[in-house]
């Protein structure tokens, strides 16, 4: 699997790594960083605004919006999740 962020065409699309083989592409305003949660099988996908969505890692589709958004906060191309 691979997930492709590019935020100056506000798309994050998902294909499969091996044979390039295209699944699913979705409009995000400025998207920025993305890391597959293992507990919830989900992406997290963020936003240069502060934004973070989750998206279903077998349908590559939008689930919710994780928070309306984090006030002061905001994200560049990296994101990493780790469960304590």
Same mark, same amino acid.
């Given at each position: 699997m691979?997930?492709?962020?590019?935020? /100056?065409?506000?798309?994050?699309?998902?294909?499969?790594?091996?044979?390039?083989?295209?699944?699913?592409?979705?409009?995000? /305003?400025?998207?920025? %960083?993305?890391?597959?949660?293992?507990?919830?099988?989900?992406?997290?996908?963020?936003? %240069?605004r %502060?934004?973070? +969505?989750?998206?279903?890692?077998?349908?590559?589709?939008?689930?919710?919006?994780l928070?309306?958004?984090?006030?002061? +906060?905001?994200?560049?191309?990296?994101?990493?999740?780790t469960?304590?």
């Amino acid at each position: 699997m691979a997930i492709v962020t590019a935020p /100056s065409v506000d798309r994050v699309s998902f294909c499969d790594a091996r044979d390039g083989a295209f699944f699913a592409s979705t409009r995000l /305003s400025d998207v920025a %960083g993305v890391c597959f949660d293992t507990a919830t099988n989900e992406f997290i996908v963020s936003s %240069g605004r %502060g934004y973070l +969505y989750r998206f279903d890692a077998n349908r590559f589709a939008l689930k919710r919006s994780l928070t309306q958004r984090l006030a002061d +906060y905001s994200f560049d191309n990296h994101l990493t999740i780790t469960h304590i």
